[in-house]
């Protein structure tokens, strides 16, 4: 079945560091691929996300590039800041279904 | 934009009363919600699928006798724990998927406590 095996956290950083949140999956078809984040108390809000192999989102600093031939989709970042403390959550749609498989979510915390 | 508001936000029961959980989609009509269960240090679990109109369907492994879901309205799906025990305890959250480029909506969740 469909899965997402997400880095595990939680992940501290400097303010102005890189940032690197591995996420991989296994799914059958071609399923589009997705980031949420939490922020504290808020309910999840989508990030960023790609819809087809090669494709790149990006929003907010933040990029992640659907690499079928790793089954990957990790996020990045070239300089965090604290407002960037969060939960991060990877997420895939498969091709027949209208529900998300979320990986286990990752906590960053950015300290200034 | 797209707005899911889902409340209670907390809620502490005892064991063995029941507690509902609301999640309303304001400003869209949301035919289809999902709700999601996360444990500690655990993905979001897809608990059902509610469809405005029709019996929820349920994933495997989920009571659909304990976990009640009503989605009675295009704008409003419940959903309620009954008798619960502690290891209900648990982030309930909902989504809807909004039209346009919204996709997805998600509630701010609901942290059950059952003591």
């Known amino acids: 079945g469909d899965s997402v095996t997400q880095m595990e956290g939680p992940v501290t950083l400097s303010e102005e560091a890189f940032l690197t949140i591995n996420c991989t999956y296994t799914?059958?078809?071609?399923?589009?691929l997705f980031w949420y984040v939490q922020y504290p108390g808020e309910g999840l809000q989508l990030l960023l996300k790609?819809?087809?192999?090669?494709d790149k989102g990006s929003n907010k600093g933040f990029e992640a590039t659907y690499r079928k031939e790793t089954t990957s989709f990790h996020l990045e970042k070239g300089s965090v800041q604290v407002s960037d403390s969060a939960v991060y959550f990877c997420?895939?749609?498969?091709?027949?279904?209208?529900?998300?498989?979320f990986g286990t979510g990752t906590r960053l915390t950015v300290i200034p | 934009g797209a707005v899911v508001s889902q409340h209670p936000s907390r809620v502490i029961c005892k064991s063995g009363t029941s507690v509902k959980i609301e999640c309303r989609s304001l400003?869209?009509?949301?035919?289809?919600m999902f709700w999601y269960r996360q444990f500690p240090k655990q993905s979001l679990m897809l608990m059902a699928t509610?469809?405005?109109?029709?019996?929820?369907?349920?994933e495997q492994g989920v009571e659909k006798d304990k976990f009640l879901i009503n989605h009675a309205s295009l704008t409003l799906s419940t959903l309620t724990v009954t008798s619960a025990h502690p290891e209900d305890s648990s982030f309930y959250i909902c989504?809807?998927?909004?039209?346009?480029?919204?996709?997805?909506?998600f509630g701010s969740g609901t942290r059950l406590t059952v003591v």
């Open positions: 989504s809807a998927i909004a039209g346009g480029s919204y996709g997805y909506t």
């Open positions: 799914a059958t078809g071609y399923p589009s």
């Open positions: 790609a819809t087809k192999a090669d």
């Open positions: 997420a895939l749609r498969g091709g027949g279904a209208n529900n998300l498989f």
């Open positions: 400003d869209f009509q949301a035919t289809t």
């Open positions: 509610s469809n405005e109109g029709s019996k929820a369907t349920y």
